[in-house]
C-alpha cells in the first residue's frame, strides 16, 4: 500500500503522518510530497526520515491513495494526474467538494456512497465535519428544519502563519500578520474572504457542504464564522429546528450511540466541550444540550472538535481506512 501524503510538511501535513501512524494504517511505502523548495528535505514517520520528492516523482510511483492538504489550485492541478494513474486522491482542500461529480464525505455518516470509480473525493470542511457529524443521527430520526450555527474557530485553521502572529502578539513582539486586526484578546468576524452577498467563504461553506453531506437542499442553513484566539479546536454554537418533535432524553442517546461523538453535558458539574480538552483528541464533543423555548422542536447544543483532526487529517484518514476495508483501493 503505497500512501502520498501531499502538503507533508504544512500544519495539517504534520497531523496527517501523526495520525496515520497512531492508526496504524497499513502503508507499505510512504511517499511525502511538498512543495519544490521542500523537495530533498526530511520528514519523521514512525521513528524515521523520509526524503519529500516532487509532485511528478510522486505520480510517477503510482500510490493507491494520495492525501491531500496542500490548497485548491494545487488540488485542481494535480489531483486529476494521480486519479489518471490509478490513484485514489482524498482531498481535504475545498477545489472538489461542491463539484456535483464528486463525494463529500464524511465516514461515519456517508462513506458508503463510495465505489471503485471515485479517484477524487472530498474532505469536508473542518466546520462543516463536526456540525454534521453531530446533526446526522438528530435528522435521520427529527428531520431538521433550520439551522442557525455560530462558530468561535481555532486559529490553527488559518495556518502556521497565524499561529506565529498570535505567538508574537503574546510576547509583545512585532512579525507578520496573517489577519488584518491583531487576534490576541479579540475576535475577528471575518474567517476566509467575503463574497458579493455579505457571506465569508467560511459560512457558505457551512450552508452548502451540509445539505450536501446530509443529502436534502431543504435544509435552510444560516452561518456566522468568527475567528478567536484559540489554538484546540473549533467551538460551534447550534439552533436546529426539526419537523417533528423530539425528546431530550433521546437526543442525548443518540448522540452518546453515534461513533465519533462524546456527550460532556452537565451543567451541575460545570462539565461541557471546551477547545482546550479537545486539542489533539479524535472525537467530537457535544454539551449544552438544552430545548430552544423560544421555538417549537427546536434545539439548542455547543459542539467542540480539533479542527486539525476530525476536522481534517482524522476524518481524511478514515476514508482512507474505508477505502481500505471494503476493497475500494
Given amino acids: 500500500m503505497k500512501v502520498a501524503v501531499v502538503g507533508a510538511t504544512g500544519m495539517v501535513g504534520q497531523v496527517m503522518l501523526k495520525v496515520l501512524a497512531e492508526r496504524d494504517f497499513p502503508i507499505t511505502e510512504l511517499i511525502p510530497v511538498a512543495s519544490a523548495r521542500s523537495v530533498g528535505k526530511k520528514v519523521a514517520y514512525k521513528g524515521k526520515d523520509y526524503t519529500i520528492v516532487s509532485m511528478e516523482d510522486a505520480i510517477a510511483a503510482t500510490p493507491e491513495i494520495a492525501i491531500f492538504s496542500a490548497g485548491g489550485a494545487t488540488s485542481l492541478e494535480y489531483a486529476p494526474q494521480f486519479a489518471a494513474v490509478g490513484t485514489t486522491v482524498i482531498d481535504n482542500s475545498s477545489a472538489w467538494r461542491m463539484d456535483r461529480s464528486k463525494k463529500l464525505v464524511v465516514p461515519e455518516i456517508n462513506a458508503t456512497s463510495l465505489t471503485k470509480e471515485d479517484k477524487i473525493i472530498a474532505n469536508p470542511n473542518c466546520s462543516t465535519i463536526q456540525m454534521v457529524l453531530a446533526l446526522a443521527p438528530l435528522h435521520k430520526k427529527y428531520n431538521i428544519k433550520r439551522l442557525v450555527v ?3 474557530q481555532s486559529i490553527t485553521g488559518t495556518g502556521v502563519k497565524a499561529v506565529q502572529q498570535l505567538e508574537n502578539e503574546y510576547a509583545g513582539e512585532k512579525g ?5 486586526y491583531p487576534i490576541h484578546r479579540n475576535a475577528i468576524p471575518a474567517c476566509d474572504v467575503f463574497e458579493e452577498n455579505g457571506y465569508t467563504k467560511e459560512e457558505l461553506k457551512l450552508i452548502r457542504e451540509t445539505q450536501k453531506i446530509l443529502d436534502d437542499r431543504s435544509i435552510a442553513v444560516t452561518a456566522t ?8 479546536g473549533h467551538s460551534e454554537s447550534i439552533n436546529v429546528a426539526f419537523h417533528n418533535e423530539y425528546d431530550l432524553s433521546d437526543v442525548r442517546k443518540l448522540l452518546s450511540d453515534t461513533d465519533g461523538v462524546t456527550v460532556q453535558d452537565n451543567p451541575d458539574t460545570n462539565t461541557y466541550p471546551m477547545p482546550i480538552y479537545a486539542e489533539g483528541k479524535n472525537d467530537v464533543f457535544v454539551g449544552r444540550i438544552r430545548r430552544d423555548h423560544s421555538q417549537e422542536n427546536t434545539l439548542n447544543m455547543w459542539v467542540v472538535s480539533d479542527n486539525l483532526r476530525k476536522g481534517a487529517a482524522t476524518n481524511a484518514v478514515q476514508i482512507g481506512e474505508y477505502l481500505i476495508k471494503n476493497q475500494l483501493v
Avoid at 507578520?176 to 488584518?180: L, T
Fill in 176 to 180: 507578520e500578520m496573517a489577519y488584518p
Fill in 150 to 152: 455560530s462558530t468561535y
Fill in 225 to 232: 464564522a468568527v475567528r478567536i484566539p484559540v489554538v484546540g
